[in-house]
């Protein structure tokens, strides 16, 4: 954890202005303030976070998230993927269009019984 060194070898709280929250779900701390997903604490929320349940549990971690040359990568791809799965989308649902009108002819077409 990141702490500051003090007089004489001596180490005191954390004075870390950023905690962030790595799980899925949202964080309450002693305050009753929270922390979404993801998301970071305020420096007044950093002080509930230091030692809290949710940092003994890996919840909260010191510091900001940082986002490696690799992931930035994989985001690049997925973001080209998902345009790739939009325009497929667009396309079948063309189709389907076609093909529902199609259908409604030939229902025109079926004599009806009486």
């Known amino acids: 954890m990141a702490?500051?060194?003090?007089?004489?070898?001596e180490t005191s709280s954390s004075e870390s202005t950023v905690w962030t929250n790595i799980s899925k779900?949202?964080?309450?701390?002693?305050?009753?303030?929270?922390v979404g997903a993801g998301e970071q604490t305020t420096p007044e929320q950093a002080e509930f976070a230091?030692?809290?349940?949710?940092?003994e549990h890996g919840v909260?971690?010191?510091?900001?998230?940082?986002?490696t040359d690799d992931?930035?990568?994989q985001i690049e791809v997925l973001s080209a993927?998902?345009?790739?799965?939009?325009a497929q989308l667009l396309n079948v649902s063309g189709e389907k269009s076609a093909?529902?009108?199609?259908?409604?002819?030939l229902k025109k077409q079926i004599p009806h019984k009486e």
């Open 99 to 105: 093909l529902l009108a199609e259908v409604e002819e």
């Open 50 to 55: 230091e030692g809290s349940f949710w940092e």
């Open 25 to 34: 779900n949202p964080v309450v701390l002693g305050d009753g303030s929270t």
């Open 3 to 9: 702490r500051k060194q003090g007089k004489a070898n």
């Open 81 to 86: 993927e998902i345009e790739t799965l939009r």
């Open 71 to 73: 992931g930035a990568g």
């Open 60 to 67: 909260l971690v010191s510091g900001a998230p940082t986002l």
